[in-house]
């Protein structure tokens, strides 16, 4: 069975640090790797990842790609409040099926 | 403007009924999705449809039903034989590519 597994479950950092949430998976026929923020309700889409080793940009997160070692991170420098979330990665496998991870919880404080 | 609409936000059911979570989406999208969401699980899928009048079972079926009549619509029952009902359901569709679009999610508790 496809597994999508994250660390760690939960962080306390404060404002202005920088941190990095990891996301490993074993699966077959892998076609992409996702990352989701989720504040309150819907997670909102982050980041899709299809090629090794190139890394995407959105502001002060940033996240990779490691086909080989089959590991994500995802990067947040100069933390806000703002950024306190669940952060979610999920792998596309065959039929566009999703399996996520159970999830960080960041928690940024002032 | 475009998104996924789940409505009721909030619900409350007695043990023993059968209720249906509404979803929509007018993105134009083919696939379909519900997850559940309970604390320290992550998101499990329950059901899952690629296109009109076909869909499939999740890693956690048992106890729900779907349909999928409508290319926007994909409505979940949760039935009474879904031994533990309460949770935050999420219902998304997603592009070719694969990525996915979620609702502002259903909140069912069972009393």
């Known amino acids: 069975e496809d597994k999508v597994v994250q660390s760690p479950l939960s962080l306390v950092v404060h404002e202005g640090d920088t941190v990095t949430l990891n996301c490993s998976y074993e699966?077959?026929?892998?076609?992409?790797l996702l990352w989701y923020k989720q504040e309150k309700k819907a997670p909102t889409f982050l980041f899709m990842l299809t090629s090794s080793g190139i890394e995407k940009k959105s502001g002060r997160l940033s996240s990779i790609l490691d086909k080989k070692e089959l590991f994500s991170i995802l990067n947040i420098t100069a933390t806000q409040t703002g950024d306190s979330a669940i952060y979610l990665c999920a792998q596309i496998g065959p039929a566009s099926k999703l399996t996520f991870g159970t999830g960080t919880r960041l928690q940024v404080t002032l | 403007d475009g998104g996924i609409t789940q409505s009721p936000k909030y619900l409350f059911r007695k043990e023993g009924q059968n209720v249906t979570l509404s979803c929509e989406q007018n993105l134009n999208h083919d696939a379909m999705y519900w997850y559940r969401q309970d604390p320290g699980q992550g998101l499990r899928l329950i059901y899952y449809?690629?296109?009109?009048?076909?869909?499939q079972k999740g890693d956690i079926a048992e106890g729900y039903s779907v349909s999928r009549e409508k290319k926007e619509s994909f409505p979940l029952t949760v039935t009474s034989a879904q031994k533990n009902p309460t949770a935050f359901y999420l219902c998304?569709?997603?592009?070719?590519?694969?990525?996915?679009?979620f609702g502002e999610g259903s909140r069912l508790t069972v009393l």
């Open positions: 998304a569709s997603s592009t070719q590519q694969g990525s996915l679009f």
């Open positions: 699966v077959t026929n892998f076609r992409s």
């Open positions: 449809s690629q296109i009109v009048n076909d869909f």
